[in-house]
């Protein structure tokens, strides 16, 4: 058992099939809904609207952003990354079933592989596969693996070689059909995208509240806190922050979005700063015809506009059910 009481675990605290001890869990309520949407600006009409949420899913219920529901199910996994560096990916993301206000979000984290990384300068480090899966009052909600690099006492390293996975494959879009609700989607509106065709959001964001949206998901990692963790002296923001600002933008871009799926992955290609300005890139890679909407894949570019300087800092390819 992790000792919690310290800022760890380090790399070599970590066992392949150890379990992670759990962060709290949470009951979602409209307060989180509507956090969120201040933070990212997310759009999302069937989170937004109960009325057209009942009206799709013959329920009475409200409805929770699914960018929430990732972002406090990757928050409930930090007690593993207090020490990370970087997040280098996620893959193999599933999107089992939709969340409803009210019910309560717990995680369980079980270590996957280790493998020691090259040390940089007196810095020693390995990267931790990690296997996730969330569930609510009804069973798993969520399922993905992450991987991350995280910081190591050193001297030595302690001779890891698993064999570490990198991104995912795409997903077959015919494999994930079954798993869609039962929802009527013809009250949220089409957009004609053609496949191939790539949109840039003209409506550009900004970074910030990175810090309480680290405290609001539970986000242990200590380089989203504590600038002094940091090599650069700059406080590194959540790479999922980025992601979320990357859903907001394809909300408005295709606002019929019902809900997301699965990501095939979410790989953070360089690091983020409170106060960048990011533009978002969407292609629909593919579609297919799914229940009462489309099956849409896509790839998801977030580019940073440091004065003249352009550096891509997101590629997130999510595939999301749409009329």
């Not at 972002?71 to 893959?91: C, D, E, F, K, V």
């Not at 190591?152 to 079954?178: F, K, M, N, T």
Request: charged share 20%.
């Amino acid at each position: 058992m992790f000792d919690t009481s310290k800022l760890g675990p380090m790399y070599e605290d970590f066992s392949v099939g150890a379990t992670l001890p759990p962060l709290p869990s949470v009951t979602l309520t409209e307060a989180d809904n509507a956090v969120y949407r201040a933070i990212t600006g997310d759009q999302h009409l069937l989170a937004a609207d109960a009325g057209l949420y009942r009206a799709a899913a013959s329920s009475q219920g409200r409805l929770a952003n699914p960018g929430l529901v990732l972002h406090y199910s990757i928050g409930q996994t930090t007690m593993a990354t207090r020490q990370a560096i970087a997040n280098l990916y996620y893959r193999s993301v599933r999107v089992v079933r939709a969340v409803e206000l009210g019910q309560t979000l717990s995680t369980t984290t079980t270590v996957l592989g280790l493998k020691d990384s090259t040390p940089k300068g007196d810095q020693f480090r390995g990267k931790v596969w990690l296997g996730i899966v969330t569930s609510s009052d009804d069973g798993p909600v969520v399922e993905y693996e992450r991987c991350a690099l995280v910081r190591g006492r050193g001297p030595g390293q302690p001779g890891h070689g698993d064999e570490i996975p990198g991104p995912s494959d795409p997903s077959p879009l015919g494999d994930l059909i079954g798993a869609l609700p039962a929802w009527n989607l013809s009250g949220l509106p089409r957009t004609d995208w053609p496949v191939d065709d790539v949109r840039t959001d003209p409506l550009r964001d900004h970074v910030d509240l990175a810090a309480p949206f680290a405290r609001l998901t539970f986000n242990q990692a200590a380089v989203h806190r504590d600038v002094t963790t940091t090599a650069t002296g700059q406080r590194l923001v959540y790479g999922g922050h980025v992601q979320g600002l990357a859903q907001a933008s394809l909300t408005r871009m295709l606002p019929g979005l019902a809900t997301v799926v699965a990501w095939d992955g979410c790989d953070h290609t360089g690091p983020a700063w409170e106060g960048d300005l990011i533009e978002f890139r969407h292609r629909l890679v593919e579609r297919t015809p799914a229940g009462s909407g489309h099956l849409m894949r896509f790839e998801i570019t977030g580019i940073a506009l440091r004065g003249d300087e352009r550096s891509d800092i997101l590629r997130w390819t999510p595939i999301v059910w749409a009329p």
